[in-house]
């Protein structure tokens, strides 16, 4: 009888599939092709460019050598040290666009950090429109930024602009129409345009690091007589400290190097008080043609840029581990 049954399963149950060494192979090999079309890209997109801009700045490169690369004289260190050497004309300049463009970041970084927590926190609670609102709030963030950047430009016109129509015939602030372009209002007018098109960004990401927090903790606070900006202080802000930590570091690289915004707003020359280290490192390129020295200067930022986020990793994994401990 038992052996009836096995017969019976043997006739009835079909036998286990074989895997054949070229299946195994396949599902072995399929994630890296499936990742070969992005390397490619990224490849051709920065680090081959980059790469090139390296070599460059080690060449004598300029107009008379842009129909042949080869034949352009090494430089050396000779276009760094004529980048650092802030006794002559070009150093002073990149100096001064340093300190602009710090303040520049450091001031974006902050408003757009602060106008996109407050706009977070404020549509955290359901209610009825909630969903339009965080849409209207994130406009400014999926238009292009020429787009965003030219709508500005329009604004900030003296005699025809948006903002002098307001401040000089609606609300009387003042009896001239200033400058907004041009002079020291440039300064005023490059924050405003990109912490308009920044803080959104900063309002999508910790929009997201709040649905995370749980629900019962605020009800428990509340049931322990906390208020909301306790609420806020004990809860919301050390929940979302490590979204913070990635968020402040994405705006940083992204201000720091922005050229889109200033570009557009002011051209190919800046006013003083708002050349950026990009506006400056394009006209040392692309203006006074020395691509030498202007890769030279890209290279710079680069490293400079390298070692903040190196320290500043650094630091927030320690403020973790000292949280967490």
Not at 9 to 34: I, M, N
Not at 51 to 71: H, K, M, P
Request: no cysteine; net charge positive; proline share 6%.
């Amino acid at each position: 009888m038992a052996t009836a049954t096995r017969i019976g399963r043997s006739a009835t149950t079909p036998p286990a599939p074989r895997r054949r060494p070229w299946a195994r192979t396949r599902r072995t090999w399929l994630p890296y092709l499936l990742l070969l079309p992005a390397v490619l890209f990224e490849l051709l997109v920065h680090v081959i460019p980059m790469l090139v801009g390296i070599w460059i700045s080690f060449e004598r490169l300029t107009q008379f050598f842009i129909g042949d690369w080869g034949a352009a004289p090494g430089a050396g260190l000779s276009n760094y040290r004529f980048a650092l050497d802030f006794d002559n004309a070009v150093g002073k300049a990149l100096l001064h666009s340093f300190g602009i463009t710090l303040a520049f970041t450091v001031l974006v970084v902050g408003l757009s950090w602060l106008l996109g927590t407050g706009a977070a926190v404020l549509l955290q609670d359901p209610f009825r429109g909630r969903g339009l609102l965080r849409t209207y709030f994130l406009v400014p963030y999926a238009l292009p930024a020429y787009a965003a950047a030219i709508t500005w430009e329009f604004m900030f016109q003296r005699d025809d602009g948006l903002v002098n129509h307001v401040l000089v015939h609606q609300l009387h602030l003042t009896a001239h129409a200033p400058f907004w372009l041009i002079g020291n209002n440039s300064f005023a007018a490059l924050v405003i345009t990109a912490v308009w098109r920044t803080w959104p960004f900063a309002f999508l990401v910790v929009t997201a690091g709040l649905q995370n927090i749980p629900g019962d903790l605020y009800e428990a606070a509340a049931i322990d007589g906390a208020g909301v900006w306790q609420r806020i202080r004990r809860i919301t802000m050390p929940s979302l400290r490590p979204v913070n930590q990635v968020l402040v570091l994405v705006l940083f690289l992204w201000n720091f190097n922005d050229f889109n915004t200033p570009y557009v707003l002011f051209g190919n020359v800046a006013p003083p008080q708002a050349n950026l280290l990009s506006l400056q490192i394009y006209d040392t390129s692309f203006q006074s043609w020395n691509f030498g020295s202007g890769s030279a200067m890209s290279v710079l930022l680069l490293l400079f840029l390298l070692v903040v986020t190196a320290i500043y990793l650094l630091v927030t994994g320690r403020g973790r581990k000292t949280a967490d401990v």
